[in-house]
């Protein structure tokens, strides 16, 4: 599962807006940082843990 990362806050509830010069861009909800930039980041599902 793959997340994008903001690169200021590092929170991950972005949200991809349009502009209508600029183009598409990012925005992050927890810190308002606004731009085309931001991590992409490999995320793991943690495994559920297996009662033997
Ligand atoms: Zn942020």
Known sequence: MRVLECPQCHGIDLYYEAGLITGYKYHCKT??????????????????????
Do not use: L, M, T
């Open 31 to 52: 810190c308002n940082y606004i731009g085309a930039f931001v991590i992409e980041r490999e995320f793991e599902v943690p495994e559920k843990p297996s009662e033997e």
